[in-house]
């Protein structure tokens, strides 16, 4: 299982152009640290960025082997605009958020929509969310898929790193099941060690139950 189990080294304060989709109106809007959806996105694209360069390298030299081909030059980022406005069409008023960072695209999935409390099992009312996302996937072979996995910090750290790891790996199994090559796909659990709000409240937790994915553009290099 891929765990991350090091505490987070610094807080992350983003001022970037990062632009997030309002997950019920559809509407584009201007990040801030307020935010609850695109602080958890800045967070996934720094734990992909950070831990993910080994799988990144292996499942590229996989899938060029296999003959798909790579992404170069201002191909890349009109590749990956064009997939992140497919993304917010097929993910208007679901309540995931779409949020662009840099070459990569985010989805925060909150655990309310995904998840029971305590339960890695997904919710049969978020499959068809799930079977959006695939679609999208299938149309753009050319993206690595990260899955990382969230919880907030009730509880032991050892049973939060297991459940998040847990989650993960049932968004990616699913998404896999809808045939997604496996060979895309790499998951992870954090466990409680990126929260995006605070812990102390009620409404901060939910916040941080919450599932990522990180979507990459195949490139050679």
Request: net charge negative.
């Amino acid at each position: 299982m891929h765990y991350l189990r090091w505490p987070s080294m610094m807080v992350l304060m983003f001022s970037l152009a990062a632009c997030t989709t309002n997950p019920y109106t559809g509407e584009r809007e201007a990040s801030n640290t307020g935010k609850g959806a695109a602080i958890g996105a800045a967070v996934g694209a720094v734990i992909g960025a950070l831990t993910g360069d080994d799988a990144d390298e292996r499942r590229k030299r996989a899938l060029i082997g296999a003959g798909v081909g790579a992404l170069s030059g201002a191909g890349i980022g009109s590749y990956m605009d064009a997939q992140e406005a497919r993304l917010r069409q097929q993910l208007q008023g679901t309540g995931v958020s779409v949020t662009r960072m840099g070459d990569d695209v985010v989805l925060n999935m909150p655990g309310n929509i995904t998840f029971d409390v305590d339960r890695s099992d997904l919710q049969n009312q978020f499959l068809p969310v799930l079977d959006s996302v695939s679609l999208v996937l299938k149309e753009y072979d050319q993206t690595l898929v990260d899955v990382t996995g969230h919880t907030d910090s009730t509880g032991a750290v050892e049973y939060n790193m297991d459940l998040s790891e847990r989650r993960a790996t049932s968004v990616a199994n699913y998404l896999k099941g809808t045939g997604i090559d496996h060979m895309r796909v790499y998951t992870m659990g954090v466990g409680p060690h990126y929260p995006v709000a605070d812990n102390g409240t009620s409404a901060g937790r939910q916040l941080n139950r919450r599932v990522e994915l990180i979507l990459k553009p195949l490139t050679a290099g």
